[in-house]
């Protein structure tokens, strides 16, 4: 039987905005039938700050601090807590059916996209796990920080974060954004964010895996995981007109001025 074939786009380092709404694009797309499940992989540059779908901008991040800095802050078409992105990072995107994932309901799918990712972890000599439990204290509950808590739907080596994942669904197809920091820019940290704790409760991949892995071994790996996982070959693409449009539509509404409830 021939495998499915599924899409894999590397886009590389693109301004905040442009990974968001890209990302959004991606999921319109794949929704009206216009493209099969993909899987993409992307950094940042220049380093942005992006915020959970709903949280406010202003009790989250120092907005003067990130313009000085030359930072984007951006909003995500998924929930969760900010993230401080840079080019040392990994970051995926993946859109899929419930119905092709074969779940139901936000964790059920969590856990079954997690196999992907875990399969690409283990690959590069990592012991990831997924999280099943939130563990954070009282003060960590209100840090806007997503590195600075563990969630459910986190992966994690050892009792640290590796990874933190964020979810949007509609009509049953479903967004899940993943960040994987190859390393941890604490002092950033302490620039940008109005943080409430001062302990981050993850690790950077170069610290997990001792060793600095690079960009395009760590994103083959995601692609063979998910390859894996699922039973498809990921055919390398690129977006189409359409999406590209769309995505120059999207951009400016990204920005972390622009309201939550008007995207």
Not at 5 to 20: F, H, T
Not at 192 to 203: L, N, Q
Not at 204 to 219: N, S, T
């Amino acid at each position: 039987m021939t495998a499915e074939r599924w899409r894999y786009i590397d886009s590389g380092p693109c301004r905040g905005a442009e990974n968001m709404a890209v990302d959004e694009a991606l999921l319109e797309s794949h929704a009206a039938g216009e493209c099969p499940p993909t899987l993409r992989v992307y950094t940042w540059r220049p380093p942005a700050v992006s915020l959970g779908h709903f949280q406010r901008a202003d009790s989250s991040v120092d907005l003067e601090a990130s313009q000085r800095l030359g930072l984007d802050v951006v909003r995500r078409p998924t929930g969760g807590r900010a993230i401080f992105h840079t080019q040392d990072e990994v970051t995926f995107s993946f859109v899929v059916s419930a119905e092709r994932l074969g779940t139901r309901g936000v964790m059920e799918s969590y856990r079954r996209i997690a196999d992907g990712i875990l399969a690409g972890l283990r690959s590069l000599g990592l012991d990831a796990r997924l999280v099943e439990r939130s563990s954070h204290t009282r003060a960590a509950g209100q840090d806007p920080a997503c590195f600075a808590v563990k969630a459910r739907c986190d992966l994690v080596v050892g009792s640290a974060k590796l990874v933190g994942s964020a979810q949007v669904q509609h009509h049953g197809f479903l967004l899940q954004q993943n960040s994987l920091p190859l390393t941890l820019r604490l002092s950033d940290w302490a620039q940008v964010f109005r943080r409430k704790t001062t302990t981050p409760a993850a690790a950077g991949l170069w610290e997990a895996a001792g060793r600095q892995v690079p960009y395009d071994e760590v994103a083959a790996a995601l692609r063979q995981g998910f390859e894996g996982a699922f039973g498809v070959v990921l055919e390398e693409s690129e977006l189409t007109c359409s999406e590209l449009a769309r995505s120059a539509e999207l951009a400016p509404r990204v920005l972390a001025g622009a309201s939550p409830q008007a995207q």
